[in-house]
């Protein structure tokens, strides 16, 4: 009977131990496959987001904008705060004239990046596109690109777009000085030249219209970054940002495909192109 009792004692002894140590250390273990569970999935979120952002980018540089803009969608699902994400998404929808799209991705660029430029930047080219008439906006385009050149001053883009707006506006002594600060920064900035030289044929001083007319001529060329209307701007190390949109082009194409500086017609082009010019900024 004695020994009956003790091996009941032992077993229970037993028993509590083994109790014991199963609560001293199941919850770090459970815990230990949880937490590795996690980095599991979370490491597949991060990768199923870069797969989606690359392919993405291969279809934005391929030219297929409408499948980059899903691909880029679908990211941003998994990281909604992605800034090169909601940069190129609004991109891509402004590329396919979906302008209320392009907004909202450009407007959450600003509220996720508001020290950031580039979300600024792309809303004042939506504003100041005269092309449609749902978001053109003066008074926001001013306001983006000044925000966008207070965040970053080694921007000439901004800069260009205001002269742009003042010229819009009539005022072309503040669009000299926005033109002037331009090329101050680039010294080969097409569209400066160009519209510093219309500034100049407005106020009947044909000789210094011909020389600014001629120094644009000889800026363009396919090394020669374009700071359209479209454009985030140039730094200071002459090279874009960003490539121009082929969206909005109304004003920047006046700019373009100039004579060559040595064309015996480039008075006459020059003045055709001036005219032309006058007759857009005087029709808005």
Not at 51 to 63: N, V
Not at 236 to 241: C, Q, Y
Not at 247 to 256: D, I, L, M, N
Request: hydrophobic share 40%.
């Amino acid at each position: 009977m004695k020994r009956t009792v003790i091996a009941i004692a032992v077993v229970f002894l037993l028993l509590f131990v083994a109790i014991t140590v199963f609560k001293g250390r199941s919850p770090r273990h459970v815990h230990q496959d949880e937490a590795d569970t996690v980095d599991m999935a979370g490491r597949e979120l991060i990768q199923q987001f870069w797969r989606l952002y690359r392919s993405a980018t291969q279809h934005r540089t391929g030219d297929n904008t409408r499948q980059a803009a899903v691909e880029y969608r679908q990211a941003l699902d998994l990281n909604p705060e992605h800034e090169d994400a909601l940069y190129y998404l609004g991109s891509m929808h402004f590329e396919l004239g979906e302008f209320r799209e392009a907004e909202q991705a450009w407007l959450r660029l600003t509220r996720v990046a508001p020290t950031g430029s580039r979300g600024f930047s792309r809303l004042g080219s939506l504003y100041f596109c005269f092309e449609q008439d749902q978001y053109f906006d003066l008074t926001q385009a001013q306001r983006s690109f000044e925000r966008a050149l207070a965040i970053n001053s080694e921007e000439t883009g901004p800069l260009l777009h205001l002269g742009q707006i003042a010229l819009v506006r009539g005022d072309n002594d503040q669009a000299a000085e926005y033109l002037d600060a331009v090329t101050a920064t680039n010294f080969r900035s097409v569209p400066a030249y160009f519209f510093k030289g219309y500034i100049a044929w407005h106020a009947g001083d044909a000789a210094a219209a011909e020389e600014l007319f001629r120094q644009a001529a000889q800026h363009q060329g396919p090394a020669q970054p374009v700071e359209g209307v479209l454009s985030e701007g140039d730094t200071r190390s002459g090279k874009a940002i960003l490539a121009e949109s082929g969206q909005c082009r109304a004003f920047q194409s006046h700019a373009e495909n100039l004579p060559s500086p040595e064309d015996p017609n480039l008075r006459r082009v020059m003045n055709e192109r001036y005219r032309m010019l006058d007759t857009f900024l005087r029709g808005h």
